[in-house]
């Protein structure tokens, strides 16, 4: 039986040269799987930068991984998303498609549905921007697959508790 565990978990850093590396580093130096990452400024005063990392692990895992990053020098808090209560979770898809005729059609259909944009569109070609959680994504890139998908870039997961609490 496998009780592997898909956790979000937040990090405020101080934002300079390498932190991400290190970040980076401890996953890969003890095989844990990154699945998304995402990173940016988030307090320019302070200097500091949120890391948004998805991974997946056995509850163990999942307190290593989180004890380990605590001990990493530039990391201010760590907040473990999917243990603490509800969050907010999306991402950004840029889909490109490319068809004839019905697809074309079709593509336009779907997205509509999805409430996906098309921000560019060619003769032959649609690119797509979509957001929301992950497996709305991954919905829509399946139903995509049949009618001439082409392309797929995605920002990972950023996400977010619920509720007045901050990070």
Request: proline content about 3%; charged content about 25%; glycine content about 8%.
């Amino acid at each position: 039986m496998d009780n592997t565990e898909k956790h979000t978990i937040a990090v405020l850093v101080d934002n300079e040269a390498g932190v991400l590396a290190r970040v980076i580093g401890l996953f890969s130096g003890r095989g844990y799987n990154i699945e998304s990452l995402t990173v940016a400024e988030v307090d320019v005063q302070e200097g500091l930068s949120r890391i948004c990392v998805v991974t997946s692990g056995t509850p163990m895992v999942i307190e290593q991984i989180k004890a380990q990053l605590d001990r990493l020098v530039p990391v201010h808090k760590i907040s473990d998303l999917t243990a603490e209560g509800e969050s907010v979770e999306r991402e950004l898809a840029l889909i490109k498609v490319k068809g004839k005729g019905n697809k074309r059609v079709e593509a336009l259909r779907i997205a509509d549905i999805f409430r996906a944009r098309a921000i560019d569109s060619t003769n032959n070609s649609f690119i797509f921007e979509i957001s929301g959680k992950p497996d709305k994504i991954d919905a829509f890139i399946n139903l995509m697959q049949p009618l001439g998908l082409n392309e797929i870039t995605r920002t990972g997961v950023v996400a977010i508790a619920r509720g007045p609490k901050g990070l």
